[in-house]
C-alpha cells in the first residue's frame, strides 16, 4: 500500500526589507541634506568665495554639491 501524505503544506510569507516604511527621521533628514547643499553653495555665491569655509576656495562648491546629492541619493530608499 502507497503511503499517502497527511502533511498539510505550511506556506512561508517573506517580508523584504522593501516593503517596510521608511522611519520617521528619514525624510527630514534627506530634504535637511538637500537644503544644506542648496544653502551652501548660495551663501559661497552671495559672499563672492569669502564663506563658508575661507580656507577652501572653490572647493565649497563641491562640498556643496557632495552634500545635496547624498540627499538625493536617499530619495531612492525612500517609500
Keep these: 500500500m502507497a ?3 497527511t502533511r498539510s503544506q505550511q506556506v512561508v510569507q517573506r517580508t523584504s ?3 517596510r516604511p521608511n522611519p ?3 525624510k527630514p533628514v534627506m530634504f535637511g ?3 544644506l547643499g542648496l544653502t551652501w553653495i548660495i551663501v559661497f555665491y552671495v559672499s563672492q568665495g569669502v564663506l563658508p569655509v575661507p580656507g577652501l ?3 565649497n562648491i563641491l ?3 557632495g552634500i ?3 540627499g ?3 530619495t531612492t530608499r525612500w517609500r
Design 24 to 26: 520617521v527621521w528619514f
Design 68 to 70: 545635496a546629492f547624498i
Design 17 to 19: 526589507d522593501e516593503s
Design 72 to 74: 538625493f541619493l536617499m
Design 33 to 35: 541634506f538637500m537644503l
Design 57 to 59: 576656495g572653490s572647493w
Design 63 to 65: 562640498i556643496g554639491f
Design 3 to 5: 503511503r499517502e501524505k
